[in-house]
């Protein structure tokens, strides 16, 4: 039993619940991305570059043979990856940028002026004192 209240308690501490949150965001993001290089992003690129489509790029190592299949190196599916992940740590990297700013702002509240010692207190009365 104690073994899952620990559980219980690390569980429900507030970083794992938004690391959990972060991760089922971040998927979600990621879908869209790739969403946005395949459909959106790479069509007309591959119409700028003669009617090239990134999907069909690839290197035959070896030919299909009856039922088994050709060996191939896709590096067009590679780019569409590397160009999505760009886009992703792009994005990754402004949000975070506008966080830390964020933060700073806060940190920049108004200094209250410190409360003087017992000796500038002393010091003050005595100077009023001798002004009187």
Not at 20 to 31: Q, R
Not at 41 to 68: C, I, N, Q, R, S
Not at 79 to 90: E, G, H, K, P, R
Not at 92 to 105: L, N, P
Request: hydrophobic share 55%; charged share 20%; proline share 5%.
């Amino acid at each position: 039993m104690k073994l899952l209240h620990e559980f219980k308690a690390f569980a429900m501490r507030g970083n794992v619940v938004d690391l959990a949150v972060a991760v089922i965001i971040g998927g979600a993001f990621g879908k869209i991305v790739s969403s946005f290089v395949t459909d959106i992003l790479m069509p007309p690129l591959g119409l700028l570059l003669g009617g090239l489509d990134f999907k069909d790029m690839m290197y035959t190592m070896k030919e299909a043979v009856g039922e088994t299949p050709a060996v191939t190196l896709n590096y067009g599916m590679f780019i569409q990856n590397v160009i999505d992940f760009l886009i992703i740590a792009f994005v990754i990297f402004m949000a975070i940028k506008a966080m830390v700013s964020m933060k700073k702002q806060e940190e920049v509240a108004p200094e209250v002026p410190p409360l003087p010692t017992k000796d500038q207190e002393l010091l003050a009365e005595i100077r009023d004192l001798l002004k009187k």
